[in-house]
């Protein structure tokens, strides 16, 4: 029985090692290009009225009548009014192109920000590489999992086996990974990453529950646009860390608005929210959407938005 025991946690370790390193060395040969013009003023943001610190989802919308921000292009705007269709639900649309400041559009029925799960994974990663880049986090430091760190099958972690943070990244990136996502955000602590988050300049951007829960945070489209051109300008960290960032999102499972895109896609999504970093033919944008309902067709909306800077 020892030896069955010994054997299984040997080959747990070296499965685990064989995932790192094969996640490792595919990471090590992308080439990520998206650096432009570092010293790029960014495009013009509405400015939110809420002050609070905590913003509550807009569940109690009473007008949802489309709204198109001042100075938005009003092609790119109408392309995106039209594929939202009178929706019946708060949702919010930002796109920007990253190779002209003046070519955005923000078109809403709600600046309240909405409800998200997954899409909090790139704020928390954010965090991590903040705190590996001011050596408060090593990545090579390994954690024991517990038992009670794992909720449901979780086929890439057992319990009493000892994972280097770096690994636990992987995972909670290119496996969508709940389990890791959690390990991370408890290592680092939920107050201290909304610090962060509020620093970036995510300021209607907030954790309030671990990845275990139906809603994690809020955010909108407008600070997940300035968020990802940031990591473009490598204005969040710094550029090393900001590259690192960008290139793990390269492997995302869930690819929402870039379903239909081809590319170079740096991108996030839930079903509530989906954002990419789209590089394609010489463009190079960011289109970002959050919705308060969960069946919205992030694809078809993104499709619409990618043929327009194909044109364009």
């Known amino acids: 029985m020892k030896h069955n025991v010994f054997l299984g946690a040997a080959l747990a370790s070296f499965c685990a090692l064989a995932f790192y390193i094969t996640s490792t060395n595919r990471m090590a040969n992308k080439t990520i290009k998206v650096y432009g013009n570092g010293e790029a003023p960014y495009s013009e943001q509405k400015k939110f009225t809420n002050k609070d610190n905590k913003p509550a989802s807009s569940t109690d919308e009473t007008d949802l009548a489309l709204t198109v921000s001042k100075k938005s292009n009003s092609s790119l705007a109408k392309v995106i009014t039209?594929?939202?269709?009178?929706?019946?639900?708060?949702?919010?649309v930002s796109a920007?192109?990253?190779?002209?400041?003046?070519?955005?559009?923000?078109?809403?029925?709600?600046?309240?920000?909405?409800?998200v799960s997954n899409m909090m994974k790139l704020f928390l990663?954010?965090?991590?590489?903040?705190?590996?880049?001011?050596?408060?986090?090593?990545?090579?430091?390994t954690y024991t999992v517990k038992a009670g760190d794992l909720k449901g099958a979780d086929a890439l972690l057992a319990p009493n086996m000892g994972y280097s943070y770096?690994?636990?990244?992987?995972?909670?990136?290119?496996?969508?990974d709940n389990n890791a996502a959690n390990i991370i955000l408890k290592k680092i602590g939920k107050d201290q990453v909304n610090k962060i988050i509020e620093k970036a300049g995510a300021k209607n951007t907030h954790f309030s529950n671990d990845f275990h829960n139906e809603v994690v945070g809020t955010t909108t489209a407008q600070d997940l646009s300035l968020i990802l051109k940031k990591l473009y300008q490598g204005k969040v960290i710094n550029s090393g860390s900001d590259n690192k960032v960008l290139g793990n999102l390269l492997n995302f499972p869930d690819k929402g608005l870039a379903t239909s895109v081809t590319g170079t896609i740096y991108k996030i999504s839930d079903k509530y929210s989906s954002a990419a970093l789209v590089q394609s033919a010489g463009k190079t944008y960011v289109m970002t959407s959050v919705s308060h309902a969960t069946g919205f067709d992030f694809g078809a909306l993104g499709k619409q938005i990618n043929g327009w800077f194909m044109k364009n």
């Open 125 to 141: 990663l954010i965090a991590y590489e903040k705190q590996v880049a001011d050596h408060h986090l090593n990545g090579s430091q």
């Open 82 to 92: 039209k594929q939202l269709n009178n929706p019946v639900q708060a949702i919010q």
């Open 166 to 176: 770096t690994y636990l990244v992987q995972l909670m990136m290119n496996k969508n």
């Open 96 to 115: 920007i192109d990253l190779r002209s400041d003046d070519v955005f559009a923000n078109v809403q029925n709600s600046s309240k920000s909405l409800n």
